[in-house]
């Protein structure tokens, strides 16, 4: 219920991921003995709310978040950054996850940056994420595995806009009009670090969850919560404006924002004098 209602209050314009990491969650948590550990591979255009579900769900299991001990975030370009390193790269992961999750069986791992991690990295968690009871004494079935990526953002607008130029609501759009399109997209994508992993290989991804692109009416509600987050009355005249000075594709309709919410708050900043 708790995480519902942060997703209610907070995320917008993702119906679809909503639903789909409640139910995963939910059916995760209620079960006393898990297979597996919950493995969500979300996907999407940046400025669409990837990190900041991630890090809603990470406060529901850990209250401190991403300040949790227990949650632990990887950026691929921090922590991975170098090509010819990613043999040491493995051997590290794979010693850290074990380390953690033997601490706390209920470990929160988010991988960020999935498309810039170098292909092979990300195979060498293949082992904790399989089915087995435990690996070297060790159980990971309770661990949660969050992957972020911008690979398949392309395949999820494309849905999105057909959606839209063939006169259906955005809130008709399925798991199943995307999930299929997603897997395959990111295993053949070169620049996505799961290019021909063992991981979807093995189909253990229990879910990929699309973030489709954000209209003007999402902006103008990421703009209310940071006003009201700032402790600011609701000024429409500054949400329009603020709405009004993203930039949208295509060109000529105008319908999608090109950076989600990600600029908002920056340019909230402007109108401060308010």
């Known amino acids: 219920a708790a995480l519902k209602a942060q997703l209610d209050n907070r995320l917008f314009g993702q119906h679809l991921a909503k639903d789909v990491v409640l139910k995963a969650v939910l059916g995760f948590s209620n079960n006393p003995s898990p297979k597996k550990p919950l493995m969500l591979s979300l996907h999407g255009w940046a400025g669409t709310g990837k990190n900041f579900l991630?890090?809603?769900?990470?406060?529901?299991?850990?209250?401190?978040?991403l300040r949790s001990k227990f949650v632990h975030l990887f950026l691929a370009t921090l922590h991975f950054p170098h090509h010819d390193q990613v043999k040491l790269y493995k051997e590290q992961l794979q010693n850290w996850i074990r380390g953690n999750v033997?601490?706390?069986?209920?470990?929160?791992?988010?991988?960020?940056?999935?498309?810039?991690?170098h292909p092979g990295v990300i195979d060498a968690i293949k082992p904790f994420l399989d089915y087995?009871?435990?690996?070297?004494?060790?159980?990971?079935r309770k661990a949660i595995f969050i992957f972020l990526s911008n690979a398949g953002g392309d395949l999820i607008n494309k849905a999105a806009?057909?959606?839209?130029?063939?006169?259906?609501?955005?809130?008709?759009?399925q798991l199943k009009d995307l999930e299929p399109l997603l897997s395959v997209?990111?295993?053949?994508?070169?620049?996505?670090?799961?290019?021909?992993?063992?991981?979807?290989d093995r189909n253990l991804i229990d879910y990929f969850v699309p973030?489709?692109?954000l209209e003007q009416r999402?902006?103008?509600?990421?703009?209310?919560?940071?006003?009201?987050?700032r402790g600011y009355a609701v000024d429409e005249k500054i949400v329009q404006a603020v709405a009004d000075e993203m930039t949208y594709f295509p060109r000529e309709q105008k319908i999608f924002s090109d950076k989600g919410c990600k600029t908002v708050q920056a340019k909230l900043d402007i109108h401060e004098d308010f």
């Open 185 to 200: 997209g990111v295993f053949n994508n070169k620049n996505s670090g799961l290019w021909h992993s063992s991981i979807i």
């Open 132 to 140: 087995y009871e435990e690996v070297d004494g060790v159980s990971y």
């Open 211 to 213: 973030f489709l692109p």
């Open 102 to 117: 033997s601490a706390c069986p209920s470990s929160v791992f988010i991988f960020d940056e999935m498309d810039k991690m």
């Open 54 to 65: 991630s890090q809603i769900l990470a406060e529901q299991v850990h209250p401190a978040g």
């Open 161 to 173: 806009l057909d959606f839209w130029t063939s006169g259906k609501r955005r809130e008709d759009i």
């Open 218 to 229: 999402h902006v103008k509600m990421c703009v209310r919560a940071e006003m009201t987050a």
